[in-house]
């Protein structure tokens, strides 16, 4: 996983009746990465995906599933996640009592590792965990609902992360979630951010590739 831009829509927003076509139009368009918003009605207020459907899915599509799992204890679904075909398992710290061994179980697992920080948890919640994260998930809306406005005060918070990872794991991803636009995504970067899930602010424009180039081309201004 390199260290440049990188757009990983998110498929909360995509047409459900039709998820392996938007995989597939994901695909063909350039993408690489694509988020699973993965909730269970308790830790947020909507649910979504579960691994049944993540599976389905994995074997007509070569994309990075990026599954954020917006669950109560997350520790207890973490291999079914991963047989589903999870890339990437993020977990929320403010989810799972015992940080640190969820973190380890999902690398045993085989998966990359990502550590989810709703918008007021603070950076200390992960600060320890940083030399064995993949990626830090910094949500910049509350969970549960896309479509929602970014909230101003994370970027800060983005720009305090780029600069305790550098110490420890430079090569480590800041992600954003969270309305993410073409509008303010010069701005994440410069602040240190390098993956970026978009939902209603990509799927709503199609054709895909043109879209991509907007966010791709908005991202080096």
């Not at 649910?47 to 994309?63: A, C, D, N, Y």
């Not at 549960?144 to 990872?165: H, N, P, R, V, Y």
């Not at 993410?180 to 390098?194: C, F, K, W």
Request: proline share 6%; net charge negative.
């Amino acid at each position: 996983m390199s260290n440049s831009v990188i757009l990983s829509p998110s498929l909360l927003s995509s047409d459900f009746g039709r998820l392996a076509e938007e995989l597939a139009a994901l695909e063909a368009a350039g993408l690489k990465w694509v988020h699973w918003d993965v909730m269970d009605g308790h830790f947020v207020p909507n649910i979504t995906f579960g691994p049944p459907v993540i599976k389905s899915l994995r074997e007509r599509s070569k994309l990075f599933f990026d599954v954020h799992l917006m669950i109560e204890k997350p520790e207890r679904y973490l291999a079914e996640f991963v047989d589903a075909g999870a890339d990437m398992l993020g977990v929320h710290a403010e989810a799972s009592v015992h940080l640190e061994r969820t973190v380890s179980e999902i690398k045993r697992l085989g998966a990359k590792a990502c550590v989810t920080l709703n918008p007021h948890t603070p950076l200390s919640m992960v600060e320890y965990l940083l030399p064995d994260l993949d990626m830090v998930l910094i949500m910049s809306v509350n969970p549960g609902f896309g479509g929602q406005k970014f909230l101003d005060f994370t970027m800060d918070k983005i720009e305090q992360l780029a600069a305790m990872k550098a110490g420890v794991n430079p090569s480590m991803h800041i992600q954003v979630d969270g309305g993410v636009t073409p509008d303010n995504i010069a701005e994440l970067t410069r602040r240190g951010a390098d993956v970026f899930v978009s939902g209603s602010a990509f799927f709503n424009y199609p054709p895909y590739d043109q879209r991509l180039k907007t966010f791709m081309d908005a991202a080096q201004d």
